[in-house]
């Protein structure tokens, strides 16, 4: 049987395996939330920077420029990391260049997977599908907050490790722990993680709207992966 594990930070990342694996990038409040919305919505492409800079520059070569830092969009960039800046089609056709605080982190630190997914609750049963076609051992990388833990995604991968529990097995006690939390919680998942502290620094910035989009489930059949060349399509 196939395994499945999770790793609760960026910072974490160097203590588990990524080679050989199905790597799920998962930022919940906003960053895969936002790309799967984009992509699902007629963007053509993403590519994921870690820097501003580097992001910002992709401008004078056609892309449309999203940045956040510390939930609000960056001074400069066309776009922040609202999900429903897509939802219109209004940006249909386009290619997307975007940097996040804590999302873009950790596609960049999964380099060297076998494969990259992008995992959000909007396409989660699209995403369990697919790994389950795929003959990998799977590794969730939470993308935290700055480093540290944070309930959203983490919630997100007890999700995940339930959902595939007839295909992977869950021999890792952070699965365990959150496969166990998400069964006592996620039917009440909108109110459990209104107390998280990601949530409550979004409130306070008024998008609200977003945290429910992000909260959605099953709202798309796309497949979001990272290419070989780095950016984001639908598989």
Not at 62 to 87: K, M, V
Not at 178 to 207: C, D, P, W
Request: charged share 20%; glycine share 8%.
């Amino acid at each position: 049987m196939r395994s499945i594990e999770v790793c609760f930070s960026p910072e974490l990342i160097h203590l588990h395996e990524v080679t050989g694996k199905l790597v799920v990038v998962v930022d919940i409040f906003r960053a895969t939330s936002t790309m799967v919305a984009a992509l699902a919505h007629g963007v053509t492409e993403i590519l994921p920077f870690a820097e501003l800079e580097a992001c910002r520059a992709m401008q004078n070569k056609g892309y449309l420029i999203a940045a956040e830092r510390d939930g609000l969009t960056a001074p400069g960039f066309e776009l922040g990391n609202s999900p429903l800046a897509y939802t219109d089609g209004a940006y249909a056709g386009r290619k997307l260049a975007m940097t996040t605080t804590n999302g873009t982190l950790a596609i960049e630190k999964s380099k060297g997977a076998a494969e990259v997914l992008i995992g959000a609750f909007p396409n989660l049963q699209a995403t369990v599908t697919y790994i389950q076609s795929r003959d990998l051992d799977v590794l969730i990388h939470c993308a935290g907050w700055k480093g540290r833990f944070n309930l959203e995604d983490s919630l997100y991968a007890g999700a995940l490790v339930q959902a595939l529990g007839e295909s992977h097995a869950n021999r890792e006690d952070g699965a365990i722990a959150m496969e166990s939390l998400f069964a006592l919680v996620g039917g009440n998942l909108a109110t459990y993680l209104s107390q998280a502290a990601h949530a409550k620094r979004l409130q306070n910035h008024g998008i609200e709207a977003d945290i429910d989009f992000c909260l959605s489930l099953n709202l798309y059949d796309q497949v979001v992966g990272v290419s070989q060349k780095g950016e984001l399509r639908i598989v």
